[in-house]
């Protein structure tokens, strides 16, 4: 039975992740990924969630997706499981062991999030990659628009200044396109 239960704990940890528990338990986090600690009294947001795990600079709360879980929702490990497969959803009986089908399901269903998740994480990965480069371009245009502007009326335009001129604004739009 304590073998049963590991294996639950272990199979909650993988198919639910710390931030969608925290999104379902009513964390909102801002733009620089932090939300205000449901364990502890505060004002400014000061918990986040790093490589699967919630951490709060205030308190210093720190834990899994079951240790948060149980944390929230004020009951055991036990009750954070239930509860998590529960809201979830998740194909996991709790007062039992699994079948083999029900084992190879389960499986086939974690492999099948951890794909998407490190998809969903490559996809990010690129947007942000693409920013970047979006954001190099655009400080390297404005840095011409003004180092090769022409000084006088009859100075020869620079080719560095007539692209910066043309290319500024979309470069500026590229670099603060959200994605
Ligand atoms: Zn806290």
Known sequence: MAREIFDAIAAVREMVSMEEAAERYGL????SGFAVCPFHNEKT????????????????WHGDVIDFAQGVLHTDRDGALRALVGDFGLPIPLDRGLSIRERQELYARSARLRAKREREAAEQQAADDRRHAALDLFILY???????????QDEEIDPRYAEACRWLETARYNSTERG
């Open 28 to 31: 909102r986090f801002n733009r």
């Open 45 to 60: 947001a000061s918990f986040k969630i790093h490589d699967g795990r919630g951490h709060c600079f205030g308190c210093g």
């Open 142 to 152: 404005d840095t011409w628009a003004r180092q090769y502007a022409p000084k006088s």
